[in-house]
């Protein structure tokens, strides 16, 4: 079936810093990709989508200077994370949807990132 | 844009007994409702779903039910079982912005 490898798994950064996330598809492409932010005991919220080669689009309230989204090819999209600070400590999870555009939404195994 | 609201936020069942957790959307435009088990730090997975023009799906132990005129889908567990135990969560495919929306989640805990 359709595979998201999403690295790292976790990671802890000093505030300031900036923090990238990838998530590949290893074995189809995916033409769109879906980035979701989860806070502790709350829903999926997504915060942008992004088609392969084009500039992503953001939901109401996402500031996209500080969530930059690169969807450069058909198999890798990245999250970088900027100036973070420890309000933006989050499970960040990638969601691909590949050609056939089925609605076979395959998540990545997560992000748990960590501002201190 | 969509809108998905779900209930209960918590449900709390005997091993054995059936689960039932609801789901209302928005947009008439919605057309696909898939159903998600997360488990704590863990990717969502996809237990089951349905499309629009489908009234019903039964898998094993699990069916979801459609409703559109109503604008809201239920997922049925039965013969519950521990191994339940984890946070499920609704979504409906937004059509004209080709993106899932989540309902809010449900804690549902089964105990032996």
């Known amino acids: 079936g359709a595979v998201v490898s999403q690295h790292p798994s976790w990671v802890i950064c000093k505030s300031g810093t900036s923090v990238k996330i990838e998530c590949r598809s290893l074995d189809f492409q995916a033409t769109t990709m879906f980035w979701y932010r989860q806070f502790p005991k709350q829903s999926l919220m997504l915060m942008a989508t992004?088609?392969?080669?084009?500039?992503?689009?953001?939901e109401q309230g996402v500031e996209k200077d500080k969530f930059l989204i690169n969807h450069a090819s058909l198999t890798l999209s990245t999250l970088t994370v900027t100036s973070a600070h420890p309000e933006d400590s989050s499970f960040y999870i990638c969601?691909?949807?590949?050609?056939?555009?089925?609605?076979?939404?395959?998540f990545g195994s997560g992000t748990r990132l960590t501002v201190v | 844009g969509e809108n998905v609201e779900q209930h209960p936020s918590t449900l709390s069942v005997q091993e054995g007994d059936s689960a039932v957790i609801k789901c209302t959307y928005s947009d008439s435009a919605s057309n696909y409702f898939p159903w998600y088990k997360q488990e704590l730090g863990k990717r969502p997975q996809l237990i089951i779903d349905?499309?629009?023009?489908?009234g019903e799906k039964k898998d094993q132990r699990i069916a979801v039910t459609l409703n559109k005129t109503a604008k809201h889908f239920s997922l049925h567990i039965t013969e519950t079982q521990p191994e339940d135990s984890a946070v499920y969560f609704c979504a409906a495919h937004e059509t004209g912005f080709q993106k899932l929306v989540f309902g809010t989640g449900t804690r549902l805990l089964v105990s032996p």
């Open positions: 969601s691909a949807l590949g050609q056939l555009n089925n609605y076979g939404y395959t």
């Open positions: 992004s088609n392969e080669g084009s500039k992503a689009t953001y």
């Open positions: 349905i499309r629009s023009n489908v």
